[in-house]
């Protein structure tokens, strides 16, 4: 039951590549592990098996692991020595730090300034794809196990490897010893530098092409306006040049031919920019009765499936749920209390019209195959060290404390996630194929979706 209802639409994110779009691929909130609403915060070494989204910023702390994609649709700020094994997609800003290990990286939202887009990789770190719809800056000794492209600029520092190709559809600075492959540059007025010790693919501009000395172009050359080359260096292929040949070092090496002539146009096509329609979910509103349960500290009671006012469990105490729905206006759990389910004969919904507050190291725990969805009109609020086996949704904020433990298949915040240091969240959400040359829809329709607002920017 709780499932169909949560199972609504939340989103449309598109992937257009340069060819029509593939196909469409529909998901739904539950393909997502975790998904704010707002903005979504995770500690340091936190670990999370699962989808992760956000419809404002996410940040993930030192040295946190995520198993799955990450949406983030403003900014994705990542710090030092995190690990993403799926793609990170960003609406602007995406910073990964230094280093650190992820796949694909995205930016670039239709709703955002297209200048305020930027991919940002630090140092040592290693990475997939790089999609960004305006600049990309890589520090040293980074590994891109893949190709590179900017709607604008490109910037890489010292010892950089590019297994595939990149493209700037502006400028291209490079620092010294890049290894990458085919390399396309639409600077009008500045071309490109290949610079020393630099090893790279077949090179396009449409400005002039200079190569420094001791670099190798494992391809050909061709040159919008001039082309130099300088000591010591080699060019496996041949080289066109539109304009002028100046600067040719005596011992600079050019196996195939050279020659003035019109030089092929470099390919600037990069992927285009996502369309991201999405909204926030509204608050429902829950029923509940008028007798209250109270749990004294270290005492154990049954409760049927039913409505109830308020239900306050003292530290240690104990609570008994089966099969069914359960209403209640608030929840207050103090420490050590304990919520045991047993699922055996059916799944468990908990309905709380205010809030949920739980102190340290409360425990939900589910005996049987069936699940425990616990939502809330308001807050969700678990101290450190909870382990809480149950689907979580909070129409207002959802916090977890430090060094504890989830497991469900998904935890929803309306407005702010936040995930506290040393936290494991293991839950669901499917796999969803690369978006190279296809558009990917979020579908459904239970519950109702308002226009998701911007933050204004400092």
Not at 5 to 21: D, G, H, K, M, Y
Not at 105 to 111: E, N, P, R, V
Not at 174 to 187: C, E, F, P, Q, W
Not at 432 to 438: K, Q
Request: aromatic share 6%; charged share 20%; hydrophobic share 40%.
């Amino acid at each position: 039951m709780i499932r169909n209802c949560i199972r609504t639409s939340v989103a449309i994110l598109a992937f257009f590549a340069a060819a029509a779009p593939a196909g469409v691929i529909s998901l739904s909130p539950t393909d997502f592990t975790i998904y704010a609403g707002d903005d979504l915060s995770i500690g340091r070494n936190a670990s999370i098996v699962g989808r992760i989204g956000a419809y404002d910023d996410i940040r993930v702390n030192t040295g946190s692991s995520i198993v799955g994609d990450i949406y983030a649709s403003d900014d994705f700020y990542g710090q030092a020595r995190i690990t993403v094994s799926g793609r990170t997609v960003a609406g602007e800003e995406l910073s990964i730090g230094a280093h650190s290990s992820t796949g694909a990286l995205w930016a670039g939202l239709t709703s955002e300034s297209v200048r305020s887009t930027r991919v940002t990789v630090g140092a040592n770190s290693t990475v997939g794809n790089i999609n960004s719809a305006y600049n990309v800056k890589i520090y040293d000794n980074v590994a891109v196990n893949g190709y590179i492209q900017a709607g604008n600029d490109v910037e890489v520092r010292n010892n950089v490897r590019v297994a595939g190709r990149i493209t700037a559809v502006d400028d291209l600075k490079m620092g010294r010893h890049l290894t990458a492959g085919r390399i396309d540059v639409g600077d009008r007025s500045r071309g490109v530098v290949i610079t020393s010790g630099s090893s790279v693919g077949s090179v396009y501009a449409v400005d002039d092409v200079i190569v420094n000395s001791n670099a190798t172009i494992n391809g050909d050359v061709h040159a919008g306006d001039d082309f130099r080359i300088g000591s010591n260096s080699v060019v496996h292929g041949s080289v066109v040049y539109a304009d002028d040949l100046y600067g040719q070092s005596s011992s600079a090496v050019i196996d195939g031919t050279i020659g003035r002539g019109t030089a092929d146009a470099p390919d600037l096509t990069i992927f285009d920019r996502m369309v991201w329609d999405a909204g926030r979910l509204t608050r429902p509103d829950f029923s509940y009765g008028s007798q209250s349960v109270s749990v004294g500290r270290g005492d154990v009671i049954v409760l049927d499936p039913g409505a109830y006012k308020d239900l306050v469990a003292a530290s240690r105490g104990e609570i008994h749920l089966t099969a069914g729905e359960y209403d209640f206006r608030k929840m207050m759990l103090s420490d050590a209390s304990k919520i045991i389910v047993d699922t055996s004969a059916g799944d468990v919904i908990i309905n709380v019209q205010d809030k949920l507050w739980a102190g340290r190291n409360v425990m939900v725990i589910r005996n049987g195959a069936g699940e425990i969805t616990v939502r809330t009109k308001k807050d969700i609020m678990f101290g450190a060290g909870a382990d809480v086996s149950a689907n979580l949704t909070a129409f207002d904020d959802l916090s977890i404390g430090a060094n504890s433990t989830l497991a469900g298949s998904f935890f929803y915040a309306a407005d702010n996630l936040a995930i506290g240091d040393g936290v494991a969240v293991s839950g669901g959400g499917g796999a969803v194929p690369e978006p190279g040359t296809l558009s990917l829809l979020l579908v459904g329709g239970g519950m109702t979706m308002l226009k998701r607002r911007r933050k204004a920017k400092a």
